[in-house]
């Protein structure tokens, strides 16, 4: 697994550029663009499974989907952020992408640190020191696992059905 630390204010813009959006819809469409004004060889780089650390206010700017889409679609496992701005957060969510905020974790972690991420015991790994986050509540997990809320919303409908 590959880690890539980025700063504080990661816009969407720099997750996947504005220029772009009337004519990337799709996550195929998307994928080439991942933050290619931030980080040039990420859409090279990146592999499923692989995970993002960042600072604070992470996915500020726009409402735009894609660029939660588009770290969803290319395999992030986690984004592990100071915190996360709002409308990211709940785009992110939308589309199944695991957000966990734990600064002290983004604090300690240096280039070819080990990074793993246990949800059941509500810990994030860096470099062998543990650090704790508040645990996941049950309905995000869910949606995660489902592969987000439309899938989700769609399992419960047919629960609720008895289908």
Not at 5 to 13: L, P, R
Not at 18 to 45: N, Q, V
Not at 51 to 77: D, H, T, W
Request: hydrophobic letters at 40%; aromatic letters at 8%; glycine letters at 12%.
């Amino acid at each position: 697994m590959t880690v890539f630390k980025y700063g504080d204010d990661i816009n969407t813009d720099l997750l996947f550029p504005g220029r772009y959006t009337y004519t990337c819809g799709k996550a195929e469409e998307i994928l080439p663009h991942l933050l290619e004004d931030l980080d040039k060889d990420f859409a090279s780089k990146v592999k499923p499974g692989d995970m993002i650390l960042a600072g604070k206010n992470f996915g500020c700017g726009s409402s735009r989907e894609q660029p939660a889409l588009g770290l969803k679609a290319v395999g992030i496992s986690a984004v592990v952020a100071k915190s996360f701005a709002r409308i990211f957060f709940r785009a992110a969510t939308n589309q199944g992408l695991l957000l966990v905020e734990c600064p002290a974790a983004v604090d300690a972690y240096a280039p070819g640190d080990e990074v793993v991420l246990d949800l059941g015991k509500g810990q994030i790994t860096v470099g062998g020191r543990a650090y704790a986050f508040p645990p996941l509540p049950p309905e995000m997990l869910a949606i995660r696992d489902a592969g987000g809320l439309l899938p989700y919303a769609r399992q419960r409908l047919k629960a609720t059905r008895g289908q």
